[in-house]
């Protein structure tokens, strides 16, 4: 349900459906009663993996066992959806690509246990030298790995990820209000999207709201990690704003496009991203975003986007203030947002993923993966 799986279902939803003609496996270590994967179960030529009874399982199985299964499955070209491949991939002889979407561990490793900053960072550094190609969901991840793990840049393509197409759909201002009801959600309001743990800088957030027009509540939709929420309405309650923040968690993904149509204003902080997929998803819904400086979000949200200092609550108050004090630049703002993000939508995702499996295939040279 993260922004990983989200990418993982788009690539698989997306090929499956330009190209009917191709045969797509998915590698999974369990079934899943997922809805979000309704829409590839009813894909032709999509056939689900599993580990078999006998074998390998879980982790295990995905970092030593898919190779087992690739020449029996008479698989052409192996794709890591999620900056991962099998640790012994190149003994497959098999042609690999991985997409790489962040380096985070490395840039914020106090964003990690010791022993996962360690875990990621030898898998996917052992993953981008053994793969035959490298895809980055952005610039800036592409600049991480070059920089991080020496890389040739030529052996790296950028290929946006976009975000799932519902977010283009025109929300009537009823489901807005009904979405408004069910929530039980006030007429104004600042939207954050994304898990509640330090790096999506939510804390920003709150300490702005104190100097944000007092009739402005703040919606948080995303799960709680690691505790981080009790840290944020404890702050939120020494400032006095807690009353003014509603968090939301597991809500039907189909509620979001309305939910951010709603809001005033979304505001995406976060100290370090790959992308940052909520940026996009408000700009498809026009809605004017406040994102931070430091990462990939320049990139995400384009020239139309405010960008404010990560640190800084009175950048993004004066920020939040400048949209809300002139509702024809902020709705002006919103449809140059969403011109900027066609750049991204999904659709352009699967000639490029295809014409890159084409290259790699028809590049790859068996006497270069060992047995």
């Not at 045969?23 to 979000?36: A, F, G």
């Not at 960072?121 to 610039?139: F, P, Q």
């Not at 600049?143 to 020496?150: A, K, Q, S, T």
């Not at 929420?229 to 923040?245: D, F, P, T």
């Amino acid at each position: 349900m993260t922004g990983l799986g989200n990418y993982s279902r788009l690539v698989i939803e997306e090929v499956g459906r330009h190209y009917p003609e191709d045969k797509l496996l998915i590698y999974t270590p369990k079934p899943s009663d997922n809805p979000r994967l309704n829409s590839i179960r009813e894909l032709d030529n999509v056939e689900f993996r599993y580990p078999s009874p006998q074998g390998l399982k879980g982790s295990l199985w995905r970092t030593f066992g898919i190779t087992n299964n690739l020449r029996p499955d008479k698989v052409e070209i192996f794709h890591g959806l999620s900056n991962e491949l099998p640790l012994n991939i190149r003994s497959s002889r098999i042609p690999s690509i991985v997409t790489m979407h962040d380096v985070i561990y490395r840039r914020l490793p106090w964003c990690y246990r010791p022993f996962d900053r360690w875990m990621y960072d030898y898998k996917y550094g052992h993953s981008c030298r053994n793969a035959d190609h490298i895809i980055a969901v952005s610039e800036r991840t592409k600049e991480d790995v070059v920089e991080l793990y020496g890389i040739n840049p030529e052996k790296i393509t950028v290929i946006y990820q976009g975000c799932d197409p519902q977010f283009r759909r025109q929300v009537t201002p009823e489901e807005t209000e009904e979405i408004k009801k069910l929530y039980k959600l006030p007429q104004r309001y600042l939207l954050q999207v994304g898990t509640i743990e330090k790096r999506k800088n939510l804390e920003l957030t709150v300490r702005a709201l104190n100097g944000i027009s007092p009739d402005m509540s703040l919606v948080v939709v995303g799960r709680d990690h690691h505790g981080y929420k009790s840290y944020i309405q404890n702050l939120a309650a020494q400032l006095g704003v807690q009353h003014r923040i509603i968090y939301l968690e597991g809500l039907p993904f189909n509620h979001l496009p309305a939910l951010y149509t709603g809001a005033e204003v979304v505001v995406y902080p976060s100290l370090y991203e790959g992308f940052g997929i909520p940026v996009i998803e408000a700009l498809e819904c026009a809605r004017p975003v406040v994102a931070a400086t430091g990462s990939c979000l320049e990139e995400a949200g384009g020239p139309d986007t405010l960008y404010v200092d990560p640190k800084d609550p009175n950048d993004m108050v004066q920020a939040v203030h400048a949209i809300l004090r002139d509702p024809a630049s902020a709705r002006q703002m919103g449809l140059a947002g969403r011109d900027y993000v066609k750049r991204f939508r999904s659709e352009n995702m699967a000639p490029r993923l295809m014409d890159l499996y084409r290259k790699v295939i028809t590049n790859f040279n068996p006497a270069n993966h060992p047995k």
